[in-house]
DNA sequence: ACGAATAATACAACCGGTTGCATTATTGAC
DNA sequence: GTCAATAATGCAACCGGTTGTATTATTCGT
């Protein structure tokens, strides 16, 4: 049986309540008695029941953690790499993560991610990819449970951390557009997620800032599944076959491009430039080298604990917003077009 | 605030104990009462609290789950669908999950795992990646806490579930043999993992079963990153050119592997035939698409949660040994090899 | 109609901590 | 030497449940 207070107490002749303080540091407590106290905890391993002392201090020092992984939706790597960082970090803070991963009745329920947050098990939460109008915002404000998201919320009252969408995606493209690409397609993630919204943004602008225009045949959307952007792809090259390079809204889709554009006998990069977002270490092991976006995935991790941490101890009520820069992270996926316009044989 | 027990009992009229165990089932309270207190339940939502009923049944509902991800060490994107099959099955049976990422302190210390297994806020843990003489096991075994690892545990006192290793690897090598391949690279895992040792060993039973001989030349050891497969493969060609496949002991690896063979100027399956093991699903988005030796995933996490399970609430002390079948996947990362003996012009 | 069996509920201790306040011991001032 | 201030510790309530046992109300047999 792991020794509790009541057993320290006993043995040293004294009560609960100072042992409790002199392990707390709590300064009313006499040094000589705190080092006996210590002395003794040490010796025979005592440790606190953290159990007990949430019960007592309502605080668990724990966080709940939402990743989007389940047995029906694909995982995305991004997401094991944030989960380390969040890790780590939030051990540093003296806080542990509480999983709930997707939920397997999928339509979109958030379930169990309500009902962590609900538990009273947690001090805070860790949201993943919000949405448009993200109806967990509305449950979790009721229920006055401190949280962040990762990636843009829309409503403003709410804390969030995220890489830069919009200006790393323009850049990117820009890039494209810089070696001579003319008709960029674009794979865009669901619709009903923040960060589609904003990386397409991003593809807007820089096509517009070359005085290009937006060409809706070549922009299909994706789901932020390999799967689903390889069915994007197949879906663009069906009716449309002069473009000289691809935007994928994340990696995993950029993987699905590619192998839709080498099914369909296309050359990368000869042929079709692609370019993907998120910078997840299986970039570089592609064929040839995916080039993308780079996002801080560990960094992304360490400021959301920290934003949490602050709106967990904050009294300042006010929502912390977060943009951490990106990097065009340049790579052989991506080269100058062969040909002015169009590099498909068989072109109209 | 939330309600609490007492609250119900006071309005209601009755007593704590009374609202406990109608809420639990008791067949001593009477039905009329039971439905009363049901009815207000759920008028004012109460929900019971995880942390005091943990305080008071000493069972907190939970699992804790460590995963080798972190800041230093690469992911596995195995692991993340492992992690959502373990999340998925752990809430059908009504825990929830803890998590424990690597530490970052690196140096396989397993100090985070092992506080969260001594920290009394789980019911059983699960752990992955076992070594050959695992410390862990010693001290979990101390601790009294029920405990699975996924991969074969040395100590036959040790509960785990496992995919066949050995015999998917001696199975694909084999279909490898049969392709006509005579000098057939390895590049294992870390030597003091299990499951290194067990996917060398299907190797090495391969090349004896068809009275080949195992070359040390031609085996190196990588660490199941791609960095470590790239590495591994390069130290390879440095001095033993004379191979037509290799066999990667997981698909991570057999992605630096195909690296290494690229930038070697070496087409596959054309010169060098790849195999991985693991069966994650980008493996089918290479290029070319990578064969290995698909593991069930999705089987081996609830596996892992049911064996738990059982250990929590068993009375039965003896461990439980699982081994799920795998299975080979082809794809065009092999096929036969183009000359007799070895593809590489210029070897001697 | 009475005692025993049974059904329904209440009481109180307990899980292992934290914390406000009371109590005792020590010290210093005058 | 007395009293107030201060230091050190103890008491007891509390967090929100569970659970063994006591208590009360009802039913039944005879």
New interface residues.
Partial sequence: M?PTLQDMASILNLSKSTVSRALAGDPRVAEVTRHRILTLAQQIGY?P????R??ATRR?N?IG?A?P???R?????F???F???V??TA??YGY???????D?DGAGGYR?HME?A????IDGMILTEPKVADERVRMLKEMDLPFVFLGVAQDPNVSWVSGDNRGGAAKAVTRLIELGHMRIACVTGPRDQTASGARFEGYCRALAEAGMSLDRNIVAAGDFT?AGG?IAMRSILEHEKDISAVFACND?MA??V??AL?EAGLLIPNDVSVLGFDGI??A????PPLATVRQPI?ELGTTVIEVLVEQMNGKSGCPIHRVLPVEFQPACSIAPPERASGSVSGAV
């Fill in positions: 792991r440790r029941n953290p159990v007990a949430g019960l668990t724990t953690l990743v992984c389940g047995p939706s694909f995982s995305d790597p997401y094991l790499e989960l380390g960082a890790g780590d051990m540093k542990s993560l509480l999983l709930s991963t997707a397997s169990s962590l609900d538990s009273a098990r390999q390889y995993v993987f699905g590619m192998r080498r270490p299986l570089r092991y592609m064929d560990l």
